[in-house]
């Protein structure tokens, strides 16, 4: 009989949590905020480290950066760390709540979030979602989104969660055509 598990843990790659230290506290526009996003995803991308997304948590007026994220779901064995769900995870430990909803804050995630990560989003409680690449560009390279509702924006907006799409979109993109160049695996891959 296998032995039941009572833990589990996900910790972000060694470059990241070095890099995590010398992070701006501050990323002021919206545009630099994904850049910065962007620049993780493509790191984890190319110290193959993850799969090609990051996430990461802001003070939606000051930009004061609350956590990030990457994706880590091959490194850690868990196909729940997703870089949405890494970086709302240590954004809660960080201010020690489960209820980020106290707070003005927003996600900045490279791709659209999945099935798996638009529940994160809104148990969450942040109040805005910023994308990069859309989810049939994320679909294009192989990965199954899952069965999103097609009026999920709207549901969100109805629930007080303002959505803002492609912002980068171009770079986002590149991002994922880096992976699939690098031969990155592909994990719970369209049928």
């Known amino acids: 009989m296998t032995e039941l598990a ?9 470059w990241l949590r070095t890099s995590a230290r010398s992070s701006p506290s501050r990323i002021a526009e919206r545009a630099r905020r994904m850049a910065f996003v962007l620049a993780l995803a493509e790191r984890n991308v190319r110290e ?62 490279s791709a659209e979030p999945c099935v798996l990560c ?17 989810d049939e560009d994320v679909r294009a390279i192989g990965f199954d989104e899952g069965p999103k509702p097609a009026d999920w924006i709207a549901e969100f ?9 492609d912002v980068e979109r171009e770079d986002a993109c590149r991002v994922l055509a880096l992976y699939v160049d690098l031969g990155g695996p592909l994990y719970n891959a369209t049928a």
């Open 48 to 109: 193959q480290s993850g799969g090609p997304f990051a996430a990461a948590v802001f003070e939606r007026d000051t930009g004061e950066l609350v956590s990030v994220g990457v994706n880590v779901v091959v490194a850690s064995g868990q196909s729940l760390a997703h870089a949405e769900v890494v970086a709302l995870a240590l954004a809660e430990r960080s201010l020690g709540t489960f209820e980020l909803g106290d707070r003005d804050l927003e996600l900045v995630t």
């Open 157 to 165: 907006a109805r629930r007080g969660v303002h959505v803002e799409r």
């Open 6 to 14: 009572t833990s589990f843990e996900v910790a972000l790659p060694a």
């Open 118 to 134: 638009l529940g994160a989003v809104h148990w969450s409680g942040v109040r805005a979602l910023v994308i990069g690449a859309r």
